[in-house]
């Protein structure tokens, strides 16, 4: 072996006092390392040595010996089991195990099965395992965070049960669903516990504000709706004629305006029929206070979906003829100009029609002109409403993601200065006197510097990796899916 470490606590460095000590044994090709982790018996740990008074005698077989005296402040190395050549030096390395804990790895995942873990990885995985130890000691904190989590369950297996059909199909369309399934896996990875907690306090303020402090907020949802119907019967009267001296067909304007307006009606007739359930949905929406302030959020973006449903599907039928009128106008602009696509070759080429079909071409053609101003008009009107309650939505997604994903807990560690990442670590070389009874041994102490505020925010220590945004949400696929017709 050509290095020899030792990774040695400070406190057992320097506290002169007779003890077992315990770890692990990590061997590679060209060096062999000592991880002192405790000095108190683990069953999960290898016993590697003794600390006694100089002079005391161990007839035991261990792997190193530490002494000491009333004339040296720390302890020193007196036997090691392995024969080392006569160049070779043990290092010992003096860690505060409080500092190497909180450093920030880019994956918290252990690595105690892998091959060859670095010796500060390996020191990492064993004292975090260590400082786990389960407590069999039952609190009244303990009590509460059982009470708290058998309430959390219950709800997660209310969510659970609607995963099957024929509930699933439309329950997977709702923003709350969404919100469920992202807040499940975040809370698998055990990370951003300083999130969840925060997330369940804001939504325990908002729900008692709901309950107690606001009264009749049901009352406030239906006034939106009916203010939301009468500007919607507003924007149709304002289609009327001419809108902004635009020339409209009269026959296909009057019948989107009967069509539409019969629409409306029917929504008001059918929101007065479950206006006392639509009084109710504040209910639900404050015990989602229990889950976090996330799901308040989701519901309230899924409460917002209802209220503008009558304005999505305006949309979806003008959508429709938007579709049939672009594909109608490329294919008879084809015809007019004598090609046709070649469906056996996948190319556009000439081809000679009849009269009678590029006559009939011909008047098919302007009959779609003369009607693409009204109905680009409808489109752009109800497009336009369908953009404003999905940018809504988007936004509240957007709070979602940062009350979750907000690196919280490690801007908080960093205020206080104990955020620490791996490339912050540095050693200190500590001069050492000897005596002939001890071996010589280089003495290095491991110090950590807190880490810079934009490392906080990095990939790796700040928002999290395992949900992340939609990559088609983007302002140029919404303008491309706008024009095609399918947004």
């Known amino acids: 072996m050509s290095v020899v470490k030792i990774f040695l606590p400070k ?11 315990f770890g692990e044994i990590q ?18 740990l290898r016993h590697l040595g003794y600390v006694v008074p100089l002079g005391k005698k161990i007839n035991k077989d261990v792997s190193m010996i530490f002494s000491y005296d009333s004339h040296h402040p720390s302890i020193y ?115 951003r516990t300083a999130n969840i907690i925060l997330d369940k306090i804001l939504g325990l303020v908002l729900m008692i504000i709901l309950l107690l402090l606001i009264t009749k907020p049901g009352d406030d949802l239906i006034q939106i709706s009916h203010f939301v119907i009468q500007r919607l019967r507003q924007l149709l009267g304002a289609l009327k004629g001419s809108p902004i001296g635009l020339k409209l067909n009269d ?8 069509c539409f307006t ?43 979906g209802l209220v503008g449903l009558h304005a999505h599907s305006f949309y979806i039928y003008t959508a429709v003829l938007y579709k049939v009128e672009i594909k109608g106008l490329q294919v008879l602009w084809k015809v007019v100009l004598g090609k046709r696509r070649n469906p056996l070759k996948n190319r556009v080429e000439a081809h000679e029609y009849m009269n009678r079909q590029l006559y009939l071409a011909t008047m098919f053609f302007a009959s779609l002109v003369f009607l693409l101003p009204t109905i ?31 690196p919280l807990e490690t801007l908080i560690k960093w205020s206080l200065g104990r955020f620490f990442e791996i490339d912050s670590l540095y050693l200190q070389h500590i001069n050492m006197a000897f005596q002939q009874n001890f071996m ?34 983007t302002l140029k696929s919404i303008l491309i899916k706008i024009l095609k017709g399918s947004f």
């Not at 061997?27 to 999960?44: A, G, L, P, W």
């Not at 409403?385 to 997604?397: C, D, E, N, P, S």
Request: net charge positive; with cysteine; glycine share 2%.
């Open 440 to 473: 010589k041994t280089t003495v290095f102490e491991m110090n950590v510097k807190s880490s810079r505020l934009s490392r906080v925010f990095s990939c790796e220590a700040g928002f999290l990796k395992e949900n992340k945004l939609n990559e088609n949400v």
């Open 77 to 191: 190395l007196t036997k090691l089991n392995i024969k080392t050549p006569s160049t070779t030096v043990p290092i010992v390395c003096l860690y505060d195990s409080k500092k190497i804990v909180q450093l920030h790895y880019p994956d918290q995942k252990k690595c105690k099965y892998d091959q060859n873990p670095g010796d500060t990885r390996m020191l990492y995985d064993l004292l975090v395992s260590f400082q786990n130890k389960p407590n069999k000691a039952v609190s009244r904190h303990t009590i509460l965070a059982l009470l708290l989590s058998f309430i959390w369950e219950c709800i997660h297996r209310s969510f659970a049960a609607v995963e099957y059909p024929p509930i699933c199909w439309f329950f997977k369309k709702l923003v709350l669903y969404e919100q469920y399934t992202n807040w499940k896996m975040i809370k698998s990875t055990r990370k």
């Open 376 to 406: 680009l008009v409808y489109y752009t009107v109800f497009t336009t409403l369908r953009l404003a309650i999905f940018l809504v939505t988007v936004i509240l997604k957007s709070i979602q993601r940062t009350i979750i994903e907000f």
């Open 251 to 258: 026959h296909l304007n009057n019948f989107f305006l009967d």
């Open 262 to 304: 019969y629409h409306i009606d029917l929504w008001a007739t059918f929101l007065e029929l479950i206006e006392p359930i639509v009084r109710q949905l504040f209910v639900p929406m404050a015990l989602l206070g229990l889950m976090g302030f996330s799901f308040q959020l989701a519901m309230l973006a899924d409460l917002i």
């Open 11 to 21: 406190n057992v460095f320097y506290k002169q006092k007779e003890c077992e000590i």
């Open 27 to 44: 061997i590679t090709e060209k060096s062999i390392s000592y991880f002192v982790v405790s000095d108190e018996n683990q069953n999960e």
